[in-house]
């Protein structure tokens, strides 16, 4: 079984930028969908962006369209968030999550994500 694990978070001024990463154990992970999520204080868990298994059909919340970046390296079993441009309304934990899908469209809802990591946080100062 995949198990996921965040690392990258960390305490920014807001504009500036962080990396998150995702590893994966187990050598099935290039058959999983893959997407961030994210809970700020006193809030609901959202969908930040998605990627199939593939690497294509990105998907983003409206919210960080055009400051964030999913990808992904198969060969390393890690996926990544690059995250530009941060603001104060970014601060979150920041949870990895996975299901096992070969399909090129992938779900933003987390109720079809059967794997999740413990979360990091990321603090943005203004």
């Known amino acids: 079984q995949v198990q996921l694990v965040e690392s990258g978070g960390g305490l920014v001024q807001a504009g500036e930028s962080l990396r998150l990463s995702c590893a994966a154990s187990?050598?099935?992970?290039?058959?999983?969908?893959v997407a961030w999520f994210r809970r700020a204080p006193g809030k609901e868990r959202e969908f930040v962006a998605a990627?199939?298994?593939?690497?294509?059909?990105?998907n983003y919340a409206d919210s960080v369209k055009g400051r964030f970046t999913i990808s992904r390296d198969n060969a390393k079993n890690t996926v990544y968030l690059q995250m530009n441009s941060l603001k104060p309304e970014d601060t979150a934990v920041y949870y990895c999550?996975?299901?096992?899908?070969?399909?090129?469209?992938?779900?933003?809802?987390?109720?079809?994500?059967?794997?999740w990591g413990q979360g990091t946080q990321v603090t943005v100062s203004s």
């Open positions: 990627i199939s298994w593939s690497g294509g059909s990105p």
């Open positions: 187990g050598r099935t992970f290039n058959v999983y969908a």
């Open positions: 999550a996975a299901y096992r899908s070969l399909f090129s469209s992938v779900s933003i809802h987390e109720s079809r994500y059967d794997r």
